[in-house]
């Protein structure tokens, strides 16, 4: 009998270390696959910010409009956030994830189909590309008392080729992919982290999460290695034949190939959901939950009622709106939200612009800035990360120590920020927009600039974008603007003679040549880039520090029952006034400045091709910091008031424990039965008396 018992009791031990096997393997299985889904995440948000100046110009659309696309991502997320947040924990999560990881990948996909069906990218009005045509030929050079014979004969072909262009708008399907991207990114966050706190060992979570945020650091990496990569590619690369196109990847005109990366980060956004369609949900219950079920049978009815009415209490429609009422009044909180949503508003439109504004201002093609940024931000940022948290814990700060620190981080990074306006270049010398043509004197405005006694006679396209630099150091708008009667015809790099207003500059070396493309920045400008990188590392590394504290902080001056609902309303808040219309205005102000703009088939504008880089910078800079400053102020009141608030606290607290203790000094005296101390007895003669009474015993 005693044996049989032992073989049960055997037999069970194995079973329950099976079930703890296969609960352990499936946890790691759906820590792996949500690890890939994190990479896949990072990858394609990352792809759509460094891709969205070669849509701008891929698609002939301004940045404002970029802008709306960038955000379409965030107008997704908030179409199914209160669904995912509701029912998702009630529902298969893994299934869920995958799901979600499966539309983030379609979303991609769609975002670069546009490319397959828009034809042949041209990057001037000229430009007709053709397998056996030379697109070089088409160059227009001064022909005095000449008509183009291009401007004449090509009416019809591009009333054809507006009526094709018009009726298209593709620009459409890569808003629609990337807010189906963010539809589909909703579930892998709030699921996977509720998944993991569920089924991890106690102590555990926080851990995971940690890893996977490491992990998920990955994605931008790719991302940016592959952005350098793709972006040196001309769009079109494997359709046409390379040697006929005469831009360079730092022309304004230049598009890579931005599909690529939509391609490569689809793929792997649907081959990283496939993983979630196997996993359990949940994987195997641990015996934990039975035994502690069995322990717990002791419970009164009056407890199990009470605490069935409060789930229904905080499922209740009621009770949500008096949780929201009491975060909504919480000063904290609301300047919290407040000043954040300013910072990030700032931050946002920023990086969305980021990779145009190191192409306008210092000249660096879309590559060099990808790659500059992937060496520098990755790195800096999770060192930020990791530098605060380690900070925090080391010397254990409390709330009050987090928010100091935290504005003082913001203090720094906003001193930071104000070193970038000295770095601020110099306005390109544009014969035409910053200088007449002769290029003897400044203009005022870059709206129509007159026409010099060097180039009036050339019958020129005022509205064609073909720049060329002059041996004077001069951008010109065209060959024809720039007086030049002959070129090199198709040996590269196409250089154009018997410029005329090249030589009104009065060069002594008599050479009044010009070579296609844009003049280069000079010397002190690109010392000044170097200085920007530096402090770019800086900046972004204090920058990173306030994310941290700033997760901490929400946390924390909520009630702890109201801190997922914290949470979910201060992203919904910053998802919506920062994320979709922080890049809309911050293109919308970036647009004022452009000089010259694209013109379409149609004659309607289409993308900007030269900005007025100081300008630029001193908006693109100038909407950052009146953004921050407003924030600091905030945070100087709010700091005060958390002074204020939990000095308060601290006194009911005192005073709360000194009632505490006189009534239970008074309670023990009074239940004393040997001995009654008089108003004047001290504690000492109260111990002793109680030491001898306790020896007597």
Known sequence: MDQHQHLNKTSESESSEKKKTRRCNGFKMFLAALSFSYIAKTLGGIIMKISITQIERRFEISSSLAGLIDGSFEIGNLLVIVFVSYFGSKLHRPKLIGIGCFLMGTGSILTALPHFFMGYYRYSKETHINLSE??????????????????????????????????????MYVFTGNMLRGIGETPIVPLGISYIDDFAKEGHSSLYVGILNAIGMIGPIIGFTMGSLFAKMYVDIGYVDLSTIRITPKDSRWVGAWWLGFLVSGLFS???????????????????????????VMKTNDETNQTASLTNQGKNVTGFLQSLKSILTNPLYVIFVLLTLLHVSGVIGAFAYLIKYMEQQYGQSASQANFVLGIITIPTIAVGMFLAGYIIKKFKLPLVGIAKCSFLTSIISFLFHVLYFPLICDSKSVAGLTLTYDGNNSVASHIDVPLSYCNSECDCDESQWEPVCGN??????????????????????????????????????RNYSAHLGECPRDDACTRKFYV???????YALFSATEVTSSVLL??????????????????????????????????????????????????ARGACRIYNSTFFGRVY??????????????????????????????????????KLMDEANLEFLSNSEHFVPSAGADSKTCNLYMKDNAVAD
């Not at 951008?475 to 250089?495: D, E, F, H, Q, R």
């Not at 920007?532 to 800086?538: D, E, N, R, S, T």
Request: glycine share 6%.
């Open 134 to 171: 030379n697109s070089t030929s088409s160059l227009s050079t001064c022909l005095i008392n000449q008509t183009l014979l291009l401007n004449r004969t090509s009416s019809e072909r591009v009333e054809k080729d507006c009526v094709k262009e018009s009726g298209s708008h593709m620009w």
């Open 270 to 296: 649907i081959t990283s959901s496939i993983p979630f369609f196997f996993l359990p949900q949940n994987p195997t219950k641990p015996q934990k939950r039975k035994v502690s079920l069995s322990l717990h």
């Open 472 to 509: 004077n150091g001069i951008t010109y708008l065209s060959p024809c603007l720039a007086g030049c009667k002959s070129s090199s015809g198709n040996k590269k790099p196409i250089v154009f003679y018997n410029c005329s207003c090249v030589e009104v500059t009065g060069l002594q070396n």
């Open 532 to 538: 920007y990188v530096v402090i770019q590392v800086l």
């Open 554 to 603: 929400i946390v924390k001056i909520v009630q702890p029952e109201l801190k997922a609902l914290a949470v979910g309303f201060h992203s919904m808040v910053i998802r919506t006034l920062g994320g979709i219309l922080a890049p809309i205005y911050f293109g919308a102000l970036i647009d004022r400045t452009c000089m010259k703009w694209s013109t379409n088939s149609c004659g």
């Open 621 to 658: 800079l100038g909407i950052s910091l009146a953004l921050r400053a407003p924030a600091l102020v905030l945070y100087i009141v709010f700091i005060f008031l958390i002074n204020k608030t939990f000095q308060e606290k601290d006194t009911k607290s005192l005073d709360n424990e000194r």
